[in-house]
């Protein structure tokens, strides 16, 4: 026990590790406007798995005469396992981080009709309004269906790997149907407290109800998106 | 050689991947076995079958889908496919609730020694109907009325209708809709000749100019004013001017505001239609094919009408309506101007003196410029009730009139219901009935001795009621509704428990001619029945079991469609499978294969409009629309020294007429409407600060309120809602009504407002 401290560093980022990453990925996916969260990954991953493969050439073919056993052992863990390791959680990362992008949602055409709406600068639907008046400012998408990122639930996952199924399979309605309760959290977090939103009555009145999502905003406040039977028109002209 | 396990209890590698092969395949299969939240998103307020429907409460028909969960209701959300498109106002989401509030009539009750005490049906409907034939016996059918609602189903007022005019043989049937729309609908009859509105809600969107006069939108109309809204959002350049003397909500979304003196209307109307002559408005091809003038009973030239609005400059209204000329003139022009301009309107313009004349000139402003039947351009009033139109003003169930346009003073019309209802010549009296005002007043005289009121509140909602109130007490009152008690119960000797909303079936007509169905989805509380179910138990017991055949909302809906195809209101392709399948059809609608109509008196969309010109006015004799002389009047109530400040009433978003059913919502209770809003200015000079106890006195009455401090009404103004039970403000206004509509002038009295000392 001479070098207790050698044994130590590796403990504590083995415990690091696994909390650090997604606390760490979270922050890089709201680090900077100019740098997106998905070069972050994708950079990180490309450094990881080179990385790896050097690290890897380098131990056996290199320097594997001049390594005691142990040391030997431990950077082959680390190029085999380790490295690896990192490169897959930021190539997952970056795909999740690319999809947040309004074209990554464009890219499945079920989607067309309400990107084309979004994008339509007379449309008067939710979605329209809060795009076109700047009010996000990027991954419109995302902004309003917070569940699917890195940092979403484990129920927006489920149905990201769901809707997949159906689209793979061909098994989904056309026009797509909303299913259960949207969460009103995802308007409420940017207006609820504001004066606006304070001097209505019904939504003192309604608190409660909104908060459990038993009453969704968008029965008085929308439609957000151009309804089943208008995409339908939409598309068939 | 695999490993053999010691221990029997031990899992081998192939049992181990056989487990977790069936794991995965009863998790695939897992939305089939009642998990499916384990697969897909589920809705917080689970419901086991969706139902489609249409919102309770205003005169806007919102489409809703009511989800039940066992027999109970458990939500109620907006109907994608209806023209709301899904969506529906803080009140339609406390449909979901209203059901199931307290204050529920749930038994027959007798008044017994000043008491109103439990009693069966059969005791209740026996006394009510052994005194009203008592009455009928003692003093003529006239000594008995019905006195019904824009709320009840068409099928029960088109009943109550035919069983009072036909079957017990008096025209004393009038309901809430005289204190509502009756100005709305003589000003289209006099105008066309035919009543509702020429326009549809989908004129909205191709409206490029807004005329909103006398509505706060915003609040009383939530949904229709979203769509309003909608056409601003997708064409900024669209224009919005509101005619209001409060800065409501919905003005603050206006390009122009012309906050005029409560009852000025008619010097602001003709003061627009003085500029469009004045700059070349006017449609010439309009004036010389389609229109004709007329002033009373006198026909006029265009020449004559022009002579008449001289005296109506800008500059003289701004004076009587208290705003600038400029406004006047920039509200004609945008007006005038635009490609397409819809005016939309509601109790503002209704409820005051000049009711009609202020109607019937907002037409007059859209005839004259040619801003008629075509995509947006329209007049189009907005209701209040969710059946005023269908139910009461189309089934003619008003003292003045029967069904489809029909009057009681035309003996050709009175000839015509008799033959389709079957019943001997003259057994329609030829004598109108009693309209609302004068109905309660010959309760205090004792004229009439019984009275049936159905689901509405008049012990609230009468002007001036306090002085109506005795004649109540006096009168042997029966009263059906689905609340108690209520500000009118007080006054009953019977009271009837009615199911609300869908534990009935019926159809309603809304303000756009949109017949629509409600179903029946669960059963009425305790002992209630359906109004229809009440009056053909009535009319058994008053022997007109035989004129009452249709019994069962289907059965009536098919007599009365029937009926309407021998009137220019034909909506008998409106059949009950068309009705359950579709989200309502808006009449004329002659046949089953016609989709409805969308704008009236049009060749070629109207199916009753056979004429080739633009226009067909065929509720005219003569095919054009009228366009009248109107004067402004002086007020009735003038304001003085000792009551110096005008009262005006109206509503709030989150309740609905007495709060009989919104009151008790539990999303809707911590509401309080409890105010009387004051202009800072005013509130100085009487020394009254924001919260303040304060009395408004009129020459009729007295009602206590808290004070509002705020700029929403103007110096002068004062303004209170009419909801709450707890301060009848009605106890304040003015009785005076419109000498052709009969509709009380609830929106302008004079008042004095001081501090209530402790």
């Known amino acids: ?237 | 050689m695999p490993h053999i396990p010691d221990d029997p209890n031990e899992l081998t590698r192939r049992e181990l991947i056989r487990l977790l092969g069936a794991s995965a395949g009863l998790l695939c299969l897992s939305p089939l076995a009642g998990c499916g939240n384990l697969w897909e998103r589920q809705p917080v307020i689970p419901v086991d079958s969706w139902h489609k429907g249409v919102c309770r409460f205003c005169g806007t028909g919102c489409g809703v889908m009511i989800g039940l969960k066992g027999n109970k209701i458990a939500d109620v959300k907006g109907d994608d496919e209806a023209h709301n498109r899904g969506r529906l106002c803080v009140k339609g989401l406390a449909t979901r609730d209203i059901l199931y509030s307290e204050g529920r009539a749930l038994y027959p009750m007798i008044r017994k020694n000043g008491e109103l005490q439990r009693a069966s049906w059969d005791e209740a409907l026996t006394l009510v109907a052994q005194r009203f034939q008592e009455a009928i016996e003692a003093h003529g059918p006239d000594s008995v009325a019905y006195y019904g609602s824009g709320q009840l189903y068409t099928q029960e007022s088109y009943t109550a209708n035919k069983l009072f005019k036909a079957g017990i043989g008096t025209n004393n049937v009038d309901g809430n809709p005289r204190l509502c729309m009756a100005s709305a609908a003589s000003g289209y009859v006099t105008t066309f000749g035919k009543d509702e509105p020429p326009g549809c809600y989908e004129d909205m969107d191709h409206a490029e100019c807004f005329f909103i006069t006398g509505s706060n939108t915003l609040e009383c109309h939530p949904i229709l004013w979203e769509r309003v809204r909608d056409r601003k959002r997708s064409r900024p350049a669209t224009k919005i001017i509101l005619v209001d003397p409060r800065k409501t909500f919905t003005v603050r979304h206006a390009d122009l505001h012309l906050p005029i003196l409560p009852g000025t209307d008619v010097s602001l109307y003709n003061a627009m239609i003085h500029v469009f002559l004045e700059q070349n408005f006017i449609d010439r091809d309009m004036v010389e094919h389609y229109l004709s003038f007329q002033d009373g009973e006198r026909t006029r030239t265009f020449d004559e009408f022009k002579g008449h609005i001289a005296k109506y400059t800008p500059e003289a209204a701004a004076r009587t309506c208290g705003i600038t000329p400029r406004d006047i003139r920039e509200a004609a022009f945008l007006f005038a101007s635009s490609n397409a301009t819809m005016s939309l309107w509601t109790m503002g313009l209704n409820q005051q003196v000049e009711g009609t004349a202020s109607n019937r000139l907002v037409s007059a402003m859209h005839l004259l410029t040619g801003q008629f039947g075509r995509p947006g351009a329209t007049p189009f009033s907005l209701t209040g009730q969710p059946n005023a139109c269908g139910g009461v003003r189309d089934t003619g169930s008003l003292a003045h009139a029967l069904p489809n346009g029909r009057l009681v003073a035309n003996p050709k019309h009175r000839k015509e219901m008799e033959d389709l209802w079957k019943v001997p010549g003259g057994r329609i009296s030829p004598k109108p009935g009693y309209h609302t005002v004068a109905l309660f007043d010959a309760m205090n005289r004792g004229a009439v001795k019984c009275c049936l009121v159905m689901c509405t509140n008049p012990g609230q909602t009468l002007p001036n009621v306090t002085a109506y109130r005795q004649g109540m007490e006096k009168t042997f009152l029966v009263v059906a509704d689905a609340f108690y008690p209520t500000e009118t119960t007080k006054f009953a000797d019977v009271v009837l428990p009615a199911a609300l909303w869908v534990e009935k079936e019926g159809v309603t007509g809304n303000a756009e001619r949109r017949y629509h169905l409600y179903p029946k989805l669960v059963d009425p509380p305790g002992e209630a029945k359906s109004d229809l179910d009440i009056l053909v138990e009535l009319a058994d017991r008053l022997g007109h079991g035989n004129l009452i055949s249709a019994r069962t909302p289907k059965d009536v809906w098919d007599e009365w469609r029937k009926i309407s195809a021998h009137s220019k209101y034909n909506f008998e392709g409106i059949t009950y499978e068309r009705l359950q399948k579709e989200r309502g059809l808006l009449w004329p609608c002659p046949t089953e294969t016609h989709p409805g109509t969308k704008r009236r008196y049009v060749p070629g969309q109207d199916p009753m409009a056979t004429g080739v010109g633009r226009f067909d006015f065929y509720g005219k004799p003569d095919g054009r629309a009228t366009v009248w002389l109107d004067h402004q009047e002086e007020p009735l109530d003038p304001y003085t020294a000792e009551f110096p400040l005008i009262f005006n009433t109206g509503r709030i978003l989150e309740h609905w007429h007495t709060m009989t059913i919104t009151g008790p919502a539990p999303t809707l209770r911590t509401i309080h409407p409890d105010y009387l809003e004051i202009h800072p200015y005013d509130a100085r000079q009487l020394k009254i600060e924001d919260g303040d106890p304060v009395i408004v006195k009129s020459r009729r009455g007295e009602v206590e309120l808290r004070a509002r401090l705020t700029d929403i009404v103007r110096p002068g103004m004062v303004f209170a809602t009419m909801h709450s039970a707890r301060h009848l403000v009605n106890q304040a206004t003015h009785d005076a009504h419109d000498p052709f509509s009969k509709q009380p002038a609830f929106k302008r009295c004079a008042v004095a407002v001081r501090r209530k000392t402790a």
């Open chain 1, 1 to 237: 026990m001479m070098y207790p401290h050698r044994r130590l560093l590796p403990r504590l980022l083995a415990i690091a590790a696994p909390v650090g990453l997604p606390h760490a990925t979270a922050w890089a996916a709201g680090v900077h406007d100019a740098v997106s969260s998905v070069d972050v990954f994708r950079s990180i991953g490309i450094v990881a798995a080179a990385a790896g493969i050097l690290l890897l050439v380098l131990v056996q073919y290199v320097f594997r005469k001049r390594l005691v056993h142990g040391v030997y052992h431990r950077l082959l863990l680390v190029g085999v396992f380790l490295l690896p390791l990192a490169a897959t959680w930021s190539t997952t990362t970056t795909v999740m981080e690319g999809t947040k992008s309004v074209q990554a949602c464009m890219s499945c055409h079920v989607m067309h009709p309400f990107v084309i709406d979004m994008t339509n600068a007379s449309s008067p639907t939710l979605a329209a309004r809060h795009y076109r008046n700047n009010w996000i400012a990027k991954d419109q998408c995302y902004a309003c269906h917070v569940t699917y990122g890195v940092t979403g639930t484990m129920a927006g996952k489920r149905d990201g790997f769901r809707h997949w199924l159906h689209y793979v399979t061909n098994t989904y309605p056309d026009p797509i149907q909303y299913v259960g309760s949207y969460a009103n959290s995802n308007c409420l977090s940017c207006h609820q407290g504001t004066g606006k939103w304070e001097r209505v009555k019904s939504h003192q009145a309604l608190v409660g109800e909104l908060s459990t999502d038993r009453i969704a905003c968008i029965s008085c406040h929308g439609p957000p998106h151009p309804l089943p039977k208008e995409r339908t028109m939409a598309a068939s002209k």
